[in-house]
């Protein structure tokens, strides 16, 4: 338990480089702009469009003035949820895409700043090119997210346990995912294969977990997702030497 504790508030610990190394704010803005203007674009038409034909629906079917108004309460918080969901599977596969160059940059500095005497080989293909690895291996990780995440959605279909099943084993699933996007960047740099990533998340397994329950919240929130999407690459690259290096975690 302490080292999922430990895994969970990790993130927190990286705010202070981003005040050390003004860098990593450069690194952030574009890809928050950026998202801030899809994130927000897609969440405010599909909230929209959803509480708009609920809310046509039922206005035909019920006369009942204080019965339509709880009615239409509830659709809100529902369509909330809904579109909250549909939102953060949009900023997990797209959002990631977009940013996949951006984080590789602040991955990059925290590495060179923190842990120079481990850096990875540099590059001899070129900026071009090493985006697009960043690309390549963010499509990568998304292949294996849906993956496992459809048949997931599956046990909604098997009776009365089916939508518990379903919930447990989505969220605890996103926590692992969580954990492996933001500690890639530096297993990418250095030409490790999926299934060692793996290997490396599962090799501290409860640290991992920790750390992608708390990724996993913050990317669920609307907005707060898109400002601390770089604090989560930079932790992600830290814990990873940590991870790997420091033998003081079980």
């Known amino acids: 338990m302490n080292n999922f504790i430990y895994g969970f508030f990790y993130p927190f ?10 860098k990593l704010i450069a690194y952030s803005i574009v890809p928050m702009v ?13 909230y929209s469009y959803v509480t708009g034909k609920s809310s046509d629906l039922f206005e ?14 509830f659709i809100k918080i529902f369509s909330f949820a809904i579109v909250l969901l549909i939102c953060y599977l949009a900023f997990i596969i797209f959002g990631g895409i977009i940013a996949a160059p951006f984080n590789e940059l602040i991955s990059k500095l925290v590495e060179e700043k923190l842990f120079p005497g ?26 294996f997210y849906l993956l496992v995440l459809i048949p997931v959605f599956l046990f909604n279909l098997v009776p009365m346990i089916g939508n518990t099943l379903s919930l447990v084993s989505g969220t605890l699933f996103s926590f692992y995912y969580n954990a492996l996007d933001y ?7 250095r030409m490790i294969k999926f299934g060692q990533k793996l290997h490396v998340i599962n090799s501290k397994k409860t640290v991992s977990m920790g750390f992608g329950a708390m990724a996993f919240i913050l990317t669920f929130l609307p907005v707060i997702n898109i400002l601390l ?10 814990l990873f030497f940590i991870k790997e290096f420091n033998k003081q975690l079980s």
Request: a positive charge; hydrophobic letters at 40%; glycine letters at 4%.
């Open 13 to 22: 610990r990286s705010i202070k480089l981003f005040f050390r190394y003004p």
């Open 118 to 143: 481990r850096m990875a080989p540099p590059p001899v293909t070129g900026l071009v090119k090493e985006a697009a690895i960043s690309i390549r291996e963010e499509l990568k990780k998304i292949s």
């Open 34 to 46: 950026i998202n801030l203007v899809i994130y927000g674009t897609i969440f405010y038409y599909t």
């Open 229 to 238: 999407n770089p604090l989560l690459v930079a932790s992600g690259t830290s």
């Open 183 to 189: 500690m890639d960047y530096p297993m990418s740099r």
């Open 60 to 73: 035909t079917q019920i006369q009942n003035s204080l019965i339509l108004e709880f009615i239409k309460f």
